[in-house]
């Protein structure tokens, strides 16, 4: 039973292009949780989705970042234009319905904005 | 104040000794997680807390909800152990919220 995959698990970019980073959850689990861990700094909620709908975007900058969950395939999260303090580790959780708070991550991507 | 209260955030430790990182909150929630990440690595969840006491291997874990604070702590450490401890807790708002972590060092 594979886990919470993510990929790619580091990108570059330079300032003003578009990074996609994808998360595949467990299987069996329909929802999805984005966090973000500046450089030395914790991590913190960005967005929780399930199938075809956005639960909670309360952590996501209001601006550049979107975030989708189809039927089908990976969970995407999408930033436009990036700039240098988009430089992070995105981290990616899945979770059951049943057991929303018991979450499980994925290995990360390392995002680098040159 | 931070919702998630993490001590100590810097822990360094002699291989064998035994560790304790503390964690308190400030909401009420459902659960408690501790979590393991190695520098530049992924997340491990290592436990999942709602009441009172969990162990795995050298691991344990415990939580006291009436006083919102849970403990963590390595018996025997070594090296490998190395690593940021990270409590998160799942709380009204239906998102984990994170502690900052501690940086634990075991030398051997």
């Known amino acids: 039973n594979a886990g919470v995959m993510q990929n790619p698990r580091h990108l570059v970019r330079r300032r003003g292009q578009e990074a996609r980073l994808r998360c595949s959850p467990m299987?069996?689990?329909?929802?999805v949780y984005w966090y973000r861990q500046l450089p030395e700094e914790g991590l913190k909620f960005m967005v929780y989705l399930q199938k075809e709908n956005i639960i909670d975007e309360s952590g996501m900058p209001k601006e550049r970042f979107s975030a989708e969950f189809p039927k089908e395939g990976p969970s995407i999260l999408r930033i436009q234009q990036v700039v240098r303090g988009d430089s992070a580790a995105y981290f990616c959780?899945?979770?059951?319905?049943?057991?929303?708070?018991?979450?499980?991550f994925g290995p990360g991507t390392r995002l680098t904005v040159t | 104040k931070n919702e998630v209260e993490q001590s100590p955030q810097n822990l360094t430790a002699q291989e064998g000794e035994f560790i304790t990182i503390n964690c308190s909150y400030s909401?009420?929630?459902?659960?408690l997680h501790w979590l393991q990440q190695h520098p530049g690595g992924g997340i491990v969840s290592l436990f999942m807390?709602?009441?009172g006491k969990k162990k795995h291997g050298r691991l344990i874990a415990t939580i006291n909800i009436q006083e919102k604070h849970s403990s963590l702590h390595i018996t025997a450490s070594h090296p490998r152990d190395s690593a940021v401890y990270i409590c998160?807790?799942?709380?009204?708002?239906?998102?984990?919220?994170f502690g900052t972590g501690t940086l634990l060092a075991v030398q051997p």
């Open positions: 299987k069996g689990h329909s929802h």
């Open positions: 959780a899945s979770s059951s319905p049943g057991l929303i708070y018991e979450q499980y």
């Open positions: 998160a807790v799942y709380g009204a708002t239906n998102k984990l919220i």
């Open positions: 909401v009420g929630i459902s659960a």
């Open positions: 807390l709602s009441s």
